[in-house]
């Protein structure tokens, strides 16, 4: 089989857990990297095959056959719409772009054109959650009551000198905490819960005094199965013990996946409780499922499944009109809490399931 031929644009500390994870997947082949601070690029091209290197994403255009872009915020859309046009393939690092009119203009280009476009949600594709979604699907331990994620990161400040932040710190962001990274988990709320009803989010600045929006953001939203759906993070966190955590109340027990541990558990399956006893006092889970080998990002999930949709046409599960459903809830709950309201968030369900 061809390899699929891409190149790599934006070679920040992201980009080098991508050109890792490239390397684990057998179906593609990092063909050229760009930065315009060269030393980057040249740093991201070390653990690769002698790709070239490059300060102007054009002058690769000839040499691939789709981009994963890995830019701020705010280059997204030009770059995202430069390739389309040439009939690149596009693997989009979140969000996709920073306003609807860009995502859609983007979204209506690419299918004009005939090019795969993906978001970069590689939450969705990491084998513990792909085995919490068959768990919560089988219908073996009754119908979703709640789902909670958590994350906990200290993010977009210079580690040394939280007064001078990086670029995460500006309007380039396009959002806070929830547009920026929350975006993974409204997107993995919507694919678990299926169709919202309404929802709220609150978020501060305290603690993370460099972003220009909040740092530290909590969503709620009603479903219309009934469950609700919960995420709470934050950037300014100095410790941590639920680090990354999701949590799916059901009516026959609890599943969870601790991403530290890699393990997916069930709490209680069989409603064995004493009274008055909860999980807490028994800490009564069982194991059914624990990621091999050490943490990474887990990048190469989502890699591969780009390459498959680009080699079968098959449209991706986090496409670019999906995914733009999941920022028009952050948009909403965003203007419902400037406006003191609930957000009216029908009609904002995923059609790939």
């Given at each position: 089989m061809e390899k699929l031929k891409i190149?790599?644009?934006?070679?920040?500390?992201?980009?080098a857990s991508h050109a890792q994870a490239v390397n684990m997947v057998e179906t593609v082949e990092i063909v050229a990297v760009c930065d315009v601070v060269p030393e980057?690029?040249?740093?991201?091209?070390?653990?690769?095959?002698?790709?070239?290197?490059?300060?102007n994403y054009e002058t690769m255009v000839d040499m691939v056959d789709a981009v994963l872009i890995a830019l701020p915020h705010d280059l997204h859309y030009e770059c995202g719409m430069y390739f389309a046009k040439k009939k690149k393939h596009i693997l989009m690092e979140k969000?996709?772009?920073?306003?609807?009119?860009?995502?859609?203009s983007l979204i209506e280009t690419c299918e004009e054109m005939g090019v795969t476009l993906m978001c970069a949600y590689p939450v969705r594709f990491w084998p513990g959650i792909v085995k919490l979604k068959e768990l919560v699907d089988s219908g073996e331990y009754g119908k979703v009551i709640q789902m909670s994620i958590w994350t906990e990161q200290l993010t977009g400040a210079n580690e040394l000198n939280l007064e001078k932040p990086t670029w995460l710190a500006t309007a380039?962001?396009?959002g806070g905490q929830l547009f920026s990274h929350g975006c993974h988990y409204v997107d993995l709320l919507l694919w678990f819960l299926g169709n919202p009803v309404k929802g709220c989010h609150f978020g501060t600045k305290v603690g993370t005094p460099w972003m220009m929006r909040e740092g530290t953001s909590v969503l709620s939203m009603a479903f219309e199965s009934g469950a609700l759906g919960y995420h709470g993070a934050t950037w300014g966190a100095r410790g941590t013990r639920l680090g990354y955590d999701f949590q799916i109340q059901t009516?026959?027990?609890?599943?969870?996946?601790?991403n530290d541990s890699g393990e997916v558990r069930v709490y209680n399956s069989q409603g064995d409780h004493k009274p008055g006893e909860t999980d807490s006092d028994s800490k009564k889970y069982s194991v059914v499922w624990k990621r091999d080998g050490n943490f990474t990002k887990q990048t190469q999930f989502e890699i591969a499944h780009f390459a498959e949709c680009v080699r079968t046409g098959a449209t991706p599960l986090t496409n670019g009109r999906?995914?733009?459903q999941g920022l028009r809830v952050i948009w909403k709950t965003y203007e419902a809490e400037k406006n003191n309201t609930v957000a009216d968030l029908r009609g904002l369900g995923l059609s790939v399931k």
């Amino acid at each position: 089989m061809e390899k699929l031929k891409i190149g790599l644009i934006g070679c920040g500390k992201m980009m080098a857990s991508h050109a890792q994870a490239v390397n684990m997947v057998e179906t593609v082949e990092i063909v050229a990297v760009c930065d315009v601070v060269p030393e980057n690029a040249q740093a991201v091209a070390k653990v690769l095959n002698d790709p070239y290197i490059t300060t102007n994403y054009e002058t690769m255009v000839d040499m691939v056959d789709a981009v994963l872009i890995a830019l701020p915020h705010d280059l997204h859309y030009e770059c995202g719409m430069y390739f389309a046009k040439k009939k690149k393939h596009i693997l989009m690092e979140k969000p996709l772009c920073n306003s609807e009119e860009e995502c859609l203009s983007l979204i209506e280009t690419c299918e004009e054109m005939g090019v795969t476009l993906m978001c970069a949600y590689p939450v969705r594709f990491w084998p513990g959650i792909v085995k919490l979604k068959e768990l919560v699907d089988s219908g073996e331990y009754g119908k979703v009551i709640q789902m909670s994620i958590w994350t906990e990161q200290l993010t977009g400040a210079n580690e040394l000198n939280l007064e001078k932040p990086t670029w995460l710190a500006t309007a380039r962001l396009g959002g806070g905490q929830l547009f920026s990274h929350g975006c993974h988990y409204v997107d993995l709320l919507l694919w678990f819960l299926g169709n919202p009803v309404k929802g709220c989010h609150f978020g501060t600045k305290v603690g993370t005094p460099w972003m220009m929006r909040e740092g530290t953001s909590v969503l709620s939203m009603a479903f219309e199965s009934g469950a609700l759906g919960y995420h709470g993070a934050t950037w300014g966190a100095r410790g941590t013990r639920l680090g990354y955590d999701f949590q799916i109340q059901t009516e026959k027990g609890m599943l969870e996946y601790e991403n530290d541990s890699g393990e997916v558990r069930v709490y209680n399956s069989q409603g064995d409780h004493k009274p008055g006893e909860t999980d807490s006092d028994s800490k009564k889970y069982s194991v059914v499922w624990k990621r091999d080998g050490n943490f990474t990002k887990q990048t190469q999930f989502e890699i591969a499944h780009f390459a498959e949709c680009v080699r079968t046409g098959a449209t991706p599960l986090t496409n670019g009109r999906d995914t733009l459903q999941g920022l028009r809830v952050i948009w909403k709950t965003y203007e419902a809490e400037k406006n003191n309201t609930v957000a009216d968030l029908r009609g904002l369900g995923l059609s790939v399931k």
